[in-house]
């Protein structure tokens, strides 16, 4: 499940919330939706200036926003982010093959229907009870060609055909960390795999002071791939608070002029590390493996207030 950490989170749920069945909220003249899933208790706000657009937080931790009338809008600063690789992973409007390891309210895949429409889309989202609230408040369109599969992000990726995808999305996390067996030189080697030679990997990753994790998976990141980069907010790469990064890379040479111009336009502006300066960046840090690995650090809960 991605989750934003750089927006604050909703209300917290009230008394008799996630009953089965769900329960609903008055908010303004439409209602909440309140359910509990695999990974906690679920709910969907409805967006006060846009008229059929949500917020889903899980456990008070705003993971995705989605706007049904206009899925090309991307309200939180990290999906943007990752909405910009979307973008340059080949010229516009061209159909690609894309995965999304974690669904949320599935922003991106339905962002890349929207804007490169006839791509075909594969979606691994382990939590079962989230996957039928959302397709069931929050339809997926019909015509979008998006499969998705109930199951664990590295066994879906392993179920991925060799160089099938144009582009891999790892959007996860697991009561707001990324999980342990997602952050090794053995995943990163899965999802090479899956990727067309060429192919693009985005990932939305969350740390804080010191930044040892973020160090860790740039090392990790660039012990598989050629080509690296980092998208991030400065005082989140200054180490003044924990944030959202995402992390980009490839074979071959990544559009890295163009996310910068970008990231910098964003209405949150970002920076943009690469090459030289991102291997200084992460300070000399060891790529993880499987046996090494731990989970992302967990937010403080002044980030989700």
């Given at each position: 499940m991605?989750r934003?950490t750089?927006r604050?989170?909703?209300p917290?749920p009230g ?5 089965a ?7 303004g ?5 309140v359910?509990a899933?695999d990974g ?5 706000i409805p ?27 991307l309200?939180?600063e990290?999906?943007?982010r990752?909405?910009?690789?979307i ?8 159909p690609?093959?894309?995965v ?8 991106l895949?339905r962002?890349?229907a929207?804007?490169r429409?006839?791509?075909?889309q594969?979606?691994v989202?382990?939590d079962?009870?989230l996957?039928?609230l ?17 199951a664990?992000?590295r066994v879906g990726?392993a179920?991925v055909?060799?160089g ?6 790892a959007?996860?996390f ?13 995943f990163?080697?899965?999802v090479r ?8 990997y985005?990932a939305?990753l ?6 040892a994790?973020l ?7 660039a012990?598989v791939?050629?080509?690296t ?6 005082a989140v790469l200054?180490?003044?608070?924990f ?5 980009v890379a490839?074979d071959?040479?990544?559009?890295v002029?163009?996310?910068t111009?970008?990231a910098a336009s964003d ?5 943009v590390?690469?090459?030289r300066?991102?291997?200084?960046f992460?300070?000399g ?5 499987d046996a090494?690995?731990v989970?992302?650090p967990?937010?403080?809960?002044s980030?989700f207030?």
């Amino acid at each position: 499940m991605g989750r934003s950490t750089g927006r604050a989170a909703g209300p917290k749920p009230g008394p008799g919330a996630g009953k089965a069945g769900g329960a609903r909220r008055a908010r303004g003249a439409v209602e909440a939706v309140v359910e509990a899933v695999d990974g906690g208790l679920a709910e969907l706000i409805p967006d006060r200036d846009r008229t059929r657009a949500w917020t889903l937080l899980v456990d008070g931790a705003p993971q995705s926003h989605v706007d049904l009338d206009d899925p090309a809008h991307l309200g939180f600063e990290y999906q943007r982010r990752l909405g910009h690789v979307i973008d340059l992973t080949a010229p516009p409007g061209r159909p690609v093959h894309a995965v999304h390891l974690g669904g949320g309210a599935f922003t991106l895949a339905r962002y890349t229907a929207a804007t490169r429409p006839r791509s075909t889309q594969q979606v691994v989202e382990r939590d079962e009870a989230l996957v039928r609230l959302v397709r069931r408040e929050l339809p997926l369109d019909a015509n979008a060609r998006i499969r998705v599969r109930s199951a664990d992000a590295r066994v879906g990726l392993a179920k991925v055909p060799d160089g099938w995808a144009d582009l891999v999305i790892a959007d996860v996390f697991s009561g707001a960390r990324t999980p342990a067996h997602l952050t090794s030189t053995e995943f990163l080697a899965e999802v090479r795999r899956a990727l067309k030679p060429g192919g693009l990997y985005a990932a939305n990753l969350a740390d804080g002071p010191p930044l040892a994790h973020l160090r860790g998976q740039i090392a990790t990141v660039a012990a598989v791939f050629a080509e690296t980069a980092l998208i991030a907010d400065a005082a989140v790469l200054r180490g003044k608070r924990f944030g959202n990064a995402v992390l980009v890379a490839s074979d071959l040479p990544l559009p890295v002029a163009e996310l910068t111009r970008r990231a910098a336009s964003d209405p949150h502006p970002a920076r943009v590390e690469h090459g030289r300066a991102l291997i200084d960046f992460s300070g000399g840090a060891a790529p993880v493996t499987d046996a090494a690995a731990v989970a992302s650090p967990a937010p403080p809960p002044s980030v989700f207030r």
